[in-house]
């Protein structure tokens, strides 16, 4: 999920380091063209980790062109293992492809590449999807098998029924790994639970799970909502899409910006990663990162770590917990307001403002306690700072 892998290249001598976060037979008798070394560094074990490698990379190590025919055997178990290529600029060249595998702690796994068949998937493997859903007042939705999420767009903010303007982050709350917005919309009654989950949250105006915002002289600024959307990958492991927001004025600044969001399988964090565009002279910014206050929340925050997190009720519907994990490193200042939990981090001068933001539900039954939701949240920044050692070595 838009973890970073580190990729070391040593076909023809190369080093390359790039950013992480259908099952089909190969040709018949194609060999393998590469292998690929993945090593977990850490002490604890990680699930559902996808693994990135660029496109440069493959045709370095294999020769082979087209990701979409290059197919990931896990040597472990002599079995293909799903992949998706994946054209980050739309210029109709892939140039990621990311596949998925379970690492012990301390684990070294190898998997080989080859040419085959291009992959064509079933429904039955998606495991990450997204949407413009223009029916339901411009918002955008996505999901993977644990979470789901929505943010608004502009068709929103006149609805004559319930206007809304808010660039906050919603959550839906799901207990099945299959993918459920588009039953959802259909029926149109997901604030209630039918047996899979449902629309329990109310972000307001505010930050709601995990969303940002310009802080400026101690003040926070938000946005309008969305006006345009792009999708850049939809599944069957990863949904990735990017939000344009409008110039909007900031304590006297006009600021736009463009938002990435990443989703993988497995996964309850989304990458979050904003551009944004002062008009006016280059000046440095910051912005928060929070999540709603709830009275009842039990909050715990861990600014040198760059943690936040929440842990609270729905009524009547179990617990929700949210958290977000920004780089330590550019935190600046931990404050509240009236409605929202913060951590304001420093915007790099150049390249986006990287977080990530998730949820968990305890019906969903696989983190069911405000300690368990800490230990998800403490495992899931070691994995951020130490991301996947990934080597590429062409067959010999």
């Known amino acids: 999920m838009g973890r970073p892998s580190r990729i070391v290249l040593t076909a023809m001598g190369a080093l390359a380091l790039a950013w992480a976060f259908a ?21 604890i074990p990680r699930s559902a980790e996808t693994v990135t490698l660029r496109a440069a990379d493959v045709r370095l190590a294999t020769g082979l062109d087209d990701l979409a025919k290059v ?17 980050l600029d739309d210029d109709g060249a892939f140039d990621e492809l990311v596949f998925q595998a379970d690492f012990d702690a301390g684990a070294r796994k190898t998997f080989s590449l080859s040419a085959g068949d291009r992959r064509v998937y079933s429904r039955d493997q998606f495991k990450a999807y997204g949407r413009f859903v223009r029916e339901r007042r411009d918002d955008f939705s996505w999901e993977n098998d644990r979470v789901a999420h929505r943010m608004y767009g502009e068709a929103l903010e006149t609805w004559i029924r319930e206007p809304l303007t808010s660039s906050g982050v919603d959550v839906w709350v799901k207990r099945t790994p299959r993918l459920v917005i588009n039953d959802w919309y259909m029926v149109d009654d997901y604030h209630h639970d039918n047996g899979d989950g449902a629309d329990f949250y109310s972000v307001g105006r505010t930050r709601g799970c995990g969303g940002n915002a310009p802080w400026i002289e101690g003040q926070l600024y ?14 069957p492991i990863r949904v990735m899409f990017e939000l344009t927001y409008e110039p909007w004025d900031a304590g006297g600044l006009r600021i736009s910006e463009v938002k990435r969001i990443t989703l993988d399988a497995g996964q309850h964090f989304n990458r979050f990663e904003s551009s944004y565009r002062i008009y006016a002279a280059p000046r440095p910014l910051q912005h928060a990162v929070g999540i709603r206050r709830n009275p009842a929340s039990e909050m715990a925050r861990g600014a040198d770590q760059g943690v936040l997190r929440t842990w609270e009720p729905f009524k009547g ?22 409605s929202e939990y913060l951590i304001v981090a420093r915007v790099p001068e150049k390249g986006p ?3 990530y933001a998730g949820s968990a539900w305890d019906k969903a039954g696989a983190i069911t306690s405000a300690a368990l939701w800490d230990r998800h949240v403490a495992d899931f920044a070691k994995r951020v700072k130490s991301p996947l050692e990934v080597t590429v070595r062409a067959a010999q």
């Not at 197919?71 to 079995?79: F, G, K, L, P």
């Not at 938000?222 to 599944?235: Q, Y």
């Open 23 to 43: 099952p089909a037979t190969p040709l018949a008798g194609s060999n393998a063209a590469a292998t690929v070394t993945v090593r977990n560094a850490l002490d």
């Open 71 to 87: 197919h990931v055997r896990d040597d472990s178990t002599n079995q293909d293992v799903l992949a998706q290529a994946i054209d």
């Open 222 to 235: 938000p946005s309008g909502n969305f006006r345009g959307s792009r999708v850049i990958a939809n599944g």
């Open 317 to 338: 519907n179990g617990y929700l917990g949210c958290a977000v994990v920004v780089d330590p490193a550019a935190v600046a200042a931990a404050p509240d307001t009236a």
């Open 353 to 355: 403002a990287v977080y």
